[in-house]
């Protein structure tokens, strides 16, 4: 289990979250007016096997591999006209190649065989294919316009931790916390807003509180005047 930031945001007085949450939302879409998905992709299948490559590696790195990846394989075929060998080799560079082959392999060959070669709209669907969880059905969905919930990465769990939004630690109850917080409206761009401030700001060591324009008012764990 990850260091838990839940402690951290006890030790400042702030308005209640439910107070918090829009005038949050605002100063972040200020600071990161540019915060969206770092990963590239032109279509349904590449967005969804970005992030099924995306697992335990950087974004940087997925873009690194699906830049060749993308102009070999165009179909779901694609991937399984090679052998998993093959395909292992090609995105060898994003880590677990071996489970993602089989995951990728495993999907491709669903969509085929129930999704007339298409990545299904529906969040259920996307939950049927090999290897897909619930993040990366949220990742998929929200990026199509038709957020499901709002994704919670490492960044995301300690934003929220550190805010006070939560005090859980497993991501399916942080999720749901914060399902229950958020706009509905918000629900594809608050973890990108959470993500890019924890990359830039709130760094899990030493995150910079006296930069950050949640400090002190909006953060229960801000250091500034600590
Ligand atoms: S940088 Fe500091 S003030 Fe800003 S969100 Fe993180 S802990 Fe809170």
Not at 202 to 211: M, N, V
């Amino acid at each position: 289990m990850p260091r838990s930031y839940v402690a951290e945001a006890r030790r400042r007085r702030v308005a209640p979250k439910k107070e918090r949450i829009r005038p949050v939302i605002e100063r972040l879409a200020l600071e990161h007016a540019d915060a969206a998905i770092a990963l590239r992709f032109e279509s349904p299948l590449e967005l969804l096997v970005s992030v099924m490559l995306s697992a335990q590696t950087t974004d940087v790195n997925v873009n690194r591999v699906t830049e060749k990846l993308f102009r070999k394989y165009r179909r779901p075929e694609d991937y399984l006209a090679v052998p998993q060998e093959e395909l292992e080799r090609d995105i060898f560079a994003t880590g677990f190649y071996r489970q993602k082959a089989r995951s990728l392999r495993g999907t491709m060959r669903r969509l085929v065989e129930v999704y007339g070669g298409e990545v299904p709209t529906a969040f259920d669907d996307l939950l049927t294919l090999p290897g897909v969880a619930r993040k990366t059905a949220n990742v998929v969905s929200a990026e199509r316009g038709d957020a499901q919930g709002v994704v919670v990465d490492t960044h995301v769990r300690r934003l929220s931790q550190r805010l006070a939004f939560t005090r859980q630690e497993d991501p399916v109850k942080i999720e749901r916390d914060l399902m229950r917080l958020v706009p509905r409206a918000d629900w594809a761009r608050f973890p990108h807003l959470l993500i890019w401030h924890g990359r830039r700001i709130c760094d899990a060591r030493r995150p910079r509180c006296e930069d950050c324009p949640l400090a002190a008012a909006l953060c229960p764990s801000s250091r500034v005047g600590a």
